[in-house]
């Protein structure tokens, strides 16, 4: 992988920290539950509390509370909590390290890629496009949600934002931070779609599947910043540089090889 490239990533979406490109998924260890001060433990029960009232979900979530990202597979610490806490977390400290993954979604028979727009009140990044992902649901109340693989974090989040089924054994892992929310992303950047795309069961509340086509992906990816998630434009454009795996033999996007068009989107 070209380290200038590379390097030009970080350049050009300075919002998204590139932590590893491993050839594995991260392993977790996960710890037990983490440790709330009073005021933000109280904080978290009120709005536990009106969640539970008007019917809302409280999903049980992690955050990375240290990482090894120079051993490949690297190693996530985590420890869990839900929801509420982290919403609490966020009023109080503004950034919260909270252990996501998430899916570069490519269906190579129809040359396109399977893209999130998210909602318009979504609360980070309305309107924006992105990859299709979502929380880790850590193992509670016997339950085992998620497990320990965030494979299985991928796979879920999008039959439920999307309806798809998907094969992450194509793709390109990536690492990163999103240095403005703090959270910790692990990305399959070039997930085959498998099944569902013909007639797709989108959780509208959460956004909206958009289609984009291997030929128009360099207008899309030209537009303007505020269309695109910085993690999902840095997850992209690290499947460019990594020759747009999932995508099948020799892909083109327009007349361009996928180096070809991540020079030009980058400038180089």
């Known amino acids: 992988m070209g380290h200038h490239l590379l390097d030009a990533i970080r350049r050009h979406v300075p919002e998204v920290e590139i932590l590893a490109l491993p050839s594995a998924a991260p392993r977790l260890a996960v710890r037990g539950a983490h440790a709330l001060a009073p005021a933000v433990r109280r904080r978290a029960a009120e709005i536990r509390n009106r969640y539970r009232q008007e019917g809302r979900l409280v999903d049980a979530m992690g955050v990375v509370a240290g990482h090894d ?13 839900d929801f509420a806490d982290v919403q609490a977390l966020r009023e109080s400290n503004g950034q919260v390290p909270v252990l996501n993954a998430m899916g570069i979604l490519v269906a190579p028979e129809r040359r396109a890629l399977a893209l999130h ?17 979502g929380s880790w649901a ?27 089924s998907v094969e992450p054994a194509t793709a390109r892992l990536v690492l990163l931070r999103e240095r403005d929310l703090g959270s910790i992303l692990a990305v399959w950047a070039g997930c085959t779609v498998t099944a569902g795309l013909e007639a797709p069961e989108v959780d509208h509340d959460e956004g909206e599947l958009c289609v984009v086509p291997f030929d128009r992906l360099e207008e899309v990816l030209a537009g303007p910043g505020r269309r695109w998630a910085p993690s999902g ?14 995508a099948g033999t020799d892909p083109r996007f327009g007349a361009l090889e996928p180096e070809r068009l991540l020079r030009r989107v980058l400038g180089e």
Do not use: I, K
Request: proline share 8%; net charge negative.
């Open 69 to 81: 990202v120079e051993t490949d597979p690297p190693t996530l610490v985590v420890e869990t909590l």
């Open 233 to 246: 434009r840095a997850s992209l454009l690290l499947w460019l540089l990594s020759g747009a795996p999932g």
């Open 117 to 133: 727009r998210r909602a318009s009140r979504t609360q980070f990044y309305p309107d924006a496009l992105q990859g299709v992902g």
């Open 138 to 164: 850590a193992p509670s109340d016997g339950t085992p949600h998620d497990g320990y693989e965030l494979e299985r974090t991928v796979r879920r989040e999008v039959c439920e934002e999307l309806g798809l």
